[in-house]
């Protein structure tokens, strides 16, 4: 079939074809980069965190003012002892916070000498004692764990001597890219200490940053703050918590002192913290679905109107051509090819807008570049939407007997 009467054609509509061509255009660069950005929050929320999440939860633990310093570390140690005693318990430690928590954050720049000027990398920070990675159930992968003589108090202002980090595989790599960070040396602001440990995974307190999220250091600390309280992770052996939560719970009440604990929000499940740290992500994933399906909707719509009066306004020259022996199966193709090359225009110019839009939006938020597979599906989903939209009305243009054709025309 040749493409110039189509060329024509298109030619002597011009207004109607500029507005279906900025059409699909528009609809490409759109759904494009909102799908890009759909699919980016998906895998950023399905991330793991790297802990047991299915058999863990935290309790917050705050105590009431004028609760004495001096009081708080053994009472904490002895609500340990008392925790890990609790029917289905695992394991149990105390920290300031637990990964997508929300709250609590601590961090540190990790600098690889004492006068370094370049940028040190940045790392959240959990305090921990001998049984933070049974608890949490994080493995190493190099080094060893703390070990109980290590791990002291440390009040809300102190900067004790660390005797050694456990720090991710992130970090590590990020530190030291030739991959030799066990024993190696850091500078932080608690001082100078070394790398006991390397763990292959443990998200921070964030949930929303795409750069410090699994950047993360453990540090050998009690704290002891009666401003802030204290964090329990209990880590169970089943995943129904139910039970284990409220033994738990009742636990540290029946121990009474000058705690309080929110029944309703101080005790949650860390799958609980999942979903509500990314509710955010899941709803503009959502809002943009829809507005994907409803932008592809209206550009079939808008094909299916336009296809449709074109055809009215040629039915003396579909019966023309009927008359000189062009059969039904040649006036379905006519404006399947006509559908196909107007389509191929607003692709061409909606490439050029996607990835014009992609680097827009990197430069002004943390988003990374659109891979090139993406605008070639937004592009075949396009022609696929134009072809089906099309066919109702070339169908029944097809079906017009030539003598209608120049009767009506």
Not at 133 to 145: D, E, P
Request: with cysteine; aromatic share 6%.
């Amino acid at each position: 079939m040749q493409l110039r009467p189509i060329v024509a054609a298109l030619g002597r509509h011009k207004v109607a074809t500029v507005l279906i061509v900025m059409q699909v255009a528009l609809t490409l660069a759109v759904t494009s980069n909102a799908m890009f950005i759909v699919a980016t929050s998906i895998v950023h929320l399905s991330r793991p965190s790297g802990t047991d999440e299915a058999h863990l939860f935290a309790i917050r633990n705050v105590w009431r003012k004028g609760t004495p310093v001096a009081e708080l570390d053994a009472t904490i140690r002895t609500d340990l002892d008392a925790l890990r005693h609790v029917t289905g318990v695992l394991d149990a430690f105390r920290s300031q916070s637990y990964p997508m928590a929300g709250y609590g954050s601590r961090t540190t720049l990790v600098k690889l000498s004492p006068d370094q000027t370049g940028r040190p990398p940045m790392a959240s920070v959990y305090h921990a004692d001998d049984h933070a990675l049974n608890t949490l159930g994080v493995s190493l992968i190099g080094g060893r764990n703390f070990r109980p003589d290590e791990v002291s108090a440390i009040g809300p202002n102190d900067k004790a001597a660390l005797p050694g980090v456990i720090i991710t595989r992130s970090l590590a790599e990020r530190l030291f890219p030739d991959g030799n960070a066990l024993g190696k040396t850091v500078f932080l602001g608690y001082g100078t200490t070394s790398i006991i440990g390397i763990v292959d995974r443990l998200q921070s307190v964030y949930a929303r940053t795409r750069t410090l999220d699994f950047d993360t250091m453990l540090i050998p600390a009690r704290p002891v703050d009666p401003e802030e309280g204290v964090v329990y992770m209990v880590r169970t052996h089943g995943t129904d918590m139910k039970s284990v939560m409220a033994a738990a719970y009742k636990t540290l009440q029946e121990r009474g002192g000058t705690r309080i604990i929110d029944p309703e929000t101080g005790i949650v499940p860390i799958t609980q913290s999942r979903e509500t740290a990314y509710a955010g992500d899941r709803s503009v994933a959502a809002l943009m679905s829809i507005v994907c399906g409803l932008l592809l909707l209206a550009t079939a719509g808008g094909i299916v109107g336009l296809s449709s009066f074109w055809v009215s306004q040629r039915r003396k020259q579909i019966g023309i051509r009927r008359s000189l022996g062009a059969t039904s199966g040649d006036i379905l193709g006519y404006f399947h090819v006509e559908n196909f090359v107007l389509v191929s225009m607003g692709i061409v110019l909606g490439a050029v807008l996607a990835v014009a839009a992609n680097i827009t939006l990197m430069n002004n938020f943390p988003l990374p570049r659109m891979p090139l597979y993406v605008p070639v599906l937004g592009a075949a989903v396009l022609w696929l939407v134009g072809q089906v939209a099309v066919w109702v009305p070339a169908r029944s243009a097809a079906r017009v007997p030539p003598v209608v054709a120049m009767r009506t025309a």
